[in-house]
């Protein structure tokens, strides 16, 4: 039960929007087994407006009252989204949900009936099935490498490099493609994972969303600048303007969360980002 716990309070942070999904399991050495974290706090938030009606819908709550909310929407999806059920030691809790599971299945049924949707993917709501494909954009860390060698690590991978286009749909899986508007960014199909990848493990690359990306750009800072960069954590702008900069100038970091600038000091020196002050 201790994974469900961390994840509650993973997901906890998440609603009040004290961190990303990325920063919070990926990020975070607390988190053990970082690949399952992601997925289901991920899988979690995507049923989350389904999980709400079912657990209002049969009384959970009413009943457990010692049952927190946030991690009944992680042990019901698990119960009634997965193959695997709920992956925790008999317990108190784990208990709590099963002595429910009849209700909480026939309210999933009435829900899809409602919704008249069939499948469970279908209750997933349209803007969330939107962002599921979305592309997997990664920067190259040019403190490390170029993009021309990093494309060439990519293609004895055995990923193809297509040409670039400004219209991103119907990615085929393996293809590699240059971003059209941002000279470090690489775009690959979405779902793609490369976290266990030895490139970003090096920091050659970074997995940072597009529009995180172009700030950085925007500014533009010229080599031997002065910058501020006033809401830093996790710091992947902040190594951007780094690499921008070749790694001179000087470059002031602040953040409110102390822990968050210690991933913050992480990640950069992980970069090879030399400019950086805290």
């Keep these: 039960m201790n994974f469900y716990r961390q994840a509650e309070t993973i997901l906890d942070k998440l609603l009040r929007r004290e961190g990303t999904i990325k920063s919070l399991t990926l990020g975070d050495d607390s988190v053990k087994d970082k690949r399952r974290m992601y997925a289901l706090v991920c899988e979690t938030l995507k049923y989350k407006e389904a999980l709400n009606v079912v657990i209002d819908s049969s009384k959970l709550l009413q009943v457990e009252k010692k049952l927190p909310r946030t991690l009944a929407f992680l042990l019901v999806h698990d119960l009634l989204f997965t193959k695997r059920g709920i992956q925790s030691s008999d317990g ?4 709590a949900i099963l002595r429910h599971q009849t209700r909480l299945k026939a309210e999933l049924v009435k829900t899809k009936i409602k919704l008249r949707v069939k499948r469970d993917e ?4 349209q803007k969330v099935r939107d962002a599921v494909h979305i592309p997997r954009y990664v920067r190259v860390n040019e403190h490390r490498m170029t993009v ?6 990519f293609q004895k991978e055995g990923y193809i ?6 219209d991103l749909t119907g990615l085929s899986p393996k293809t590699i493609r240059r971003d059209y508007h941002l000279p470090d960014l690489l775009v690959f199909p979405p779902n793609t994972d490369l976290h266990d990848h030895p490139l970003y493990l090096s920091g050659n690359i970074i997995l940072q969303d597009k529009a995180s990306c172009f700030p950085a750009h925007v500014c533009r800072p010229l080599p031997q600048a002065y910058v501020i960069d006033a809401c830093a954590a996790p710091g992947n702008k902040t190594s951007h303007l780094s690499a921008l900069m070749c790694n ?12 968050r600038l210690e991933l913050l000091s992480k990640l950069t020196g992980r970069a090879g980002c030399e400019s950086i002050l805290e």
């Design 148 to 153: 021309d060698k990093v494309l060439e690590q």
């Design 248 to 259: 001179t100038g000087r470059i002031w970091a602040f953040d409110l969360d102390k822990r």
């Design 161 to 166: 490099l297509e040409d670039t286009k400004e």
């Design 122 to 125: 279908e209750l997933v709501s």
């Design 92 to 95: 108190p809790l784990k208990q």
